[in-house]
């Protein structure tokens, strides 16, 4: 297969567009540095975006993967300027290669996690990671599963944004908690109903599909958050009506940069800061309910 790389400068882009359109149905995607600013203006949705703002390309970048090659007759027609560069791909086993990459994740000696193709019997924690974020393998999720092994949280615990469950899992198959975690993405409840599956915890942990805030008021023991800086922000006070005095709220999901800005409105929702921790540029932080 051909990886086709169409190099135009940012004012042609939407004429390209069209003409691919007109071309034929092509998937392709966009490369573009000034898509920082699109994101600035919700950034809520998004917490980290590594780009040299002082260095932006004038050039818009499109990437096609095919083997026909004609496209390239089609768009010479046209008085589009343009450079084309093609690239051959080897074909793969997309569907299963990329499980080579995925290892299992050591946070201690009591907790790792393996994946479900390991066949390992004495790990504790299994994980099938499909689509779901959440495997342990990212900086924000090892982080909480470490402030977990940490504290040692047990009772009833309200995992917010629970993605493949895997902080739920942990929580109840070492601590014996049991858990109502919520997620929005249904692709995501479909994982995390599989993973609970895995580690026959259904009896424990209760997916719930939809945002926390439309549901009764409950009181938790423990309380985990593994989203974005500005959307934590904006459900601590409804963080704060649901965790028992006491009870130890764990929040991530954090850009390091951001981290001041979650401690405030801990302490601002009466919280006690207990803990906090730094991997690479994420953070963490656990805090106590007055």
């Known amino acids: 297969m051909k ?60 990437k096609l993967y095919q083997d026909d090659l ?42 790792w996690i393996n994946p479900v193709w390991e ?15 959440g495997t342990g393998s990212h900086e924000t999720t090892y982080l ?36 109502d975690a919520y997620e929005i993405d249904p692709l995501a409840v479909k994982s995390a109903n599989e993973n609970i599956s895995l580690n026959k915890l259904e009896d424990r942990i209760d997916i719930i599909e939809g945002d926390f805030r439309n549901y009764d008021i409950k009181q938790y023991d423990n309380i985990f958050s593994n989203i974005y800086a500005e959307t934590l ?7 704060a009506k649901r965790l028992k005095s006491g009870g130890h709220i764990i929040l991530s999901g954090i850009v390091a940069s951001k981290v001041q800005m979650v401690k405030d409105s801990l302490c601002e929702n009466g919280f006690l800061i207990d803990f906090f921790d730094t991997l690479n540029d994420w953070a963490v932080v656990s805090a106590i309910k007055k």
Not at 72 to 95: V, W
Not at 233 to 239: G, K, N, Q, V
């Open 119 to 133: 066949n390992d019997d004495n790990a504790p924690i299994v994980i099938n990671p499909g689509m779901a974020f």
């Open 233 to 239: 922000i904006e459900m601590m006070p409804d963080f």
């Open 3 to 62: 990886e086709i790389s169409i190099k135009i400068k940012r004012i042609d882009a939407d004429y390209l567009e069209t003409l691919l359109a007109i071309f034929g149905d092509i998937p392709y995607e966009v490369q573009d540095d000034l898509i920082i600013d699109s994101l600035n203006e919700d950034e809520k949705n998004w917490d980290y975006f590594d780009i040299d703002r002082e260095n932006i390309s004038e050039d818009v970048c499109f």
């Open 70 to 111: 004609s496209l390239k007759e089609f768009l010479d027609e046209s008085d589009l300027d343009y450079s084309m560069e093609y690239n051959t791909i080897d074909e793969m086993d997309y569907e299963n290669d990329w499980k080579t990459y995925f290892k299992p994740i050591k946070i201690s000696n009591r907790l």
């Open 144 to 179: 909480v599963l470490s402030e977990i092994d940490r504290l040692e949280p047990g009772g009833l615990i309200m995992d917010v944004g629970t993605g493949s469950g895997i902080l739920a899992i942990a929580a109840s198959k070492l601590f014996g908690a049991k858990v």
